[in-house]
């Protein structure tokens, strides 16, 4: 079992940052893939970021080279570093750790550009 909890969120204005995380119980989450995702109000949720327990990275078109996710097993988290944000970018978002068939969601967490 997994559980997962999001902070870092909200309110930024557009061009600023701001560093998410996801941090997790369970002993095996290292062994874990673990995914961003964001849903904004009308529109289906999205992965945004994903890093593999070989720290392998993928992210979203609409994100690269703004967004940067990493990891630190040590203590069961997950970082994604959001620069340049943009109004588009307001959501709520979701960290999402999975193994095998099985996965866990975190309760999300706002983040809102707007000057």
């Known amino acids: ?20 995380s996801c941090a997790a119980s369970g002993s095996f989450f290292s062994e874990c893939a673990v995914g961003w995702y964001r849903q ?3 529109k289906q ?15 979203a078109d609409s994100v690269k080279g703004r967004f940067t996710i990493s990891r630190d097993n040590a203590q ?6 959001m620069n340049n944000l943009q109004r588009e970018d307001t959501a709520v978002y979701y960290c999402n750790a999975h193994v095998g068939r ?9 983040v809102t550009v707007s000057s």
Not at 102 to 110: I, R
Request: hydrophobic share 40%.
């Open 1 to 20: 079992q997994v559980q997962l909890v999001e902070s870092g969120g909200g309110l930024v204005q557009p061009g600023g940052s701001l560093r998410l």
């Open 40 to 42: 904004a109000p009308g």
């Open 45 to 59: 949720r999205e992965l945004v970021a994903g890093i593999t327990s070989a720290v392998g990275t993928n992210y």
């Open 76 to 81: 069961n988290a997950v970082f994604p570093q």
């Open 102 to 110: 099985v996965a866990w969601w975190g309760q999300g967490t706002q």
